[in-house]
């Protein structure tokens, strides 16, 4: 039992602020860990970049080799690391770089260095911010309250299929492919089929979590010439399991639920906005009086929820 | 008579439900107030308490209830009335998934729809649906009327037992294991008999009775034809 939602706004806000609440009114789903990405306003060139470091004694190193790697791919930090640490063993970082070359080349070089360091998301626009705790807590250690954005994902995790590990949180960047994040309620029961043979096409996964999984095979399946819409249909009878996921770019969120309408999803949409949730009293922490729920509970659902002109891309 | 207001907003579910009870014991209404979907309001309710819930409610709404009347204004989320032994719950707006879920007894009657699973291993009672019931209703009912007005979802009635699911208007697919038969005037008048005190009652319905087809129930393993043509 985890708890997901999704917030759409219709214009660059507090959405920071509004995933917190969602998250904070779920943390009886799972208090394990808590995550969010976060989607702003697009930068022109560049990326941010959100990662891990797994040993403090070695942060000025660890950095040092990772900026290497960029290096040899021709880019450079543009702007100077900022390091999130506390009593916790691992400690966070945030900084902006300049365009590698290939990007998923470079980001295969430096995952070579995951067992020290890791990137939790590189985009134009998004950034995923995760770590062990309940949604305050997150929120108060990483500055989530503050970020303004036009949509994101949050997610409260109860760690089933995994390890309670910051990285094995959610939500998941869909590496190497920039500015795609997924957050997941459910079980996927063919996981390590569908990971071998991604697997054996080249893509890494960095944890033991399924959820991984579907970010990575959403993102395949659009690489290989299918609509959002149309991988997140094929989903439904490709993956095995009871789940109801949602994953973001930076045009909108899409949805996707299994054939056995196992996990639920509600919905409210008013004045253009949009909140989604795992449960009807997140999402009625953002639109506080009664307006109306759309519940999604039925099996083998899709969609999409666009960014600013929703309606037409839904 | 005069009522009692209780306010839930963001305080302790179980300090609100033990001034539910409390208030119970007066006979006199009750009335809760800005209860913003919250989970577990008014479960394991003695005989007797007449409670409006103001708005929506989150999971498990009335669940264990034993002889109280519920009216819920709005919606509610997951297993409204999970196994209530006696009493009556109405919703106003739509049920969500698993819709008195192991009931005993009572009457569950909610005006719009309900999610997957509505009636899932019931054991007695009535649920009377003014809408259509979702996705796989009725599984494994062991006891008991599903009555749905509207229509239902994909894989109805999969798996039942001895429960029965009425359903007048468009049932999408049936499940796995399930006749459906044509019921008599006895047993109809029987349903209206349910749906009489809601003033639900209209006699040019076309209902559709299903009921177990018993292949999984007395399933031989001996003879395991029956159960692969399913």
Redo the contacts between chains.
Sequence with gaps: MCGIAGRILNAPGAVGRDLVALMDAQEHRGADSTGFAVYSTPLDKGYVLRGMGFSKARIDADLETFRATLKEHGADFTSEPVIVSDTSKHYSFRMEISDPKNLQAWVADADELSGHIEIQSCGRSLEIIKDVGGATQVSEKHKVHDMIGTHGLGHARLATESSVLPNASHPFWARPFSDVAIVHNGQITDYYTQRDRLRREGYRFLTENDSELIAVWVSDQMKQGLSMEQALKKSINSIDGVFTFMIATPDGIGYAKDR??MK?LVVIEQMGELAAAT???AV?TVFAD?CD?I?Y???SQFGIWGVGNRSMAA | MSEIVIEVGKRHIREINEEIQEASKTGKPIRIVNTLSRHNLGVGLPDGADLTFEGSVGYYCGGLNTGSKLTIERNCGWAVGEGMAKGHITVGGRAGMSCGAAMIGGTIHVKGDTGPRCGVAMKGGNIVVEGKIGYQSGFMAHSGKIIALGGAGESCADALWEGEVWVAGPVESLGVDVNVIEPTAEEVAEVDAILEPLGLVDTSRDWRKMVSGQRLWYFEARDASAWLMI
Excluded: L
Aim: proline share 15%.
């Design positions: 056995f309408a639920p449960e009807e009293q009625r009664e729920v519940n509970d039925g099996p």
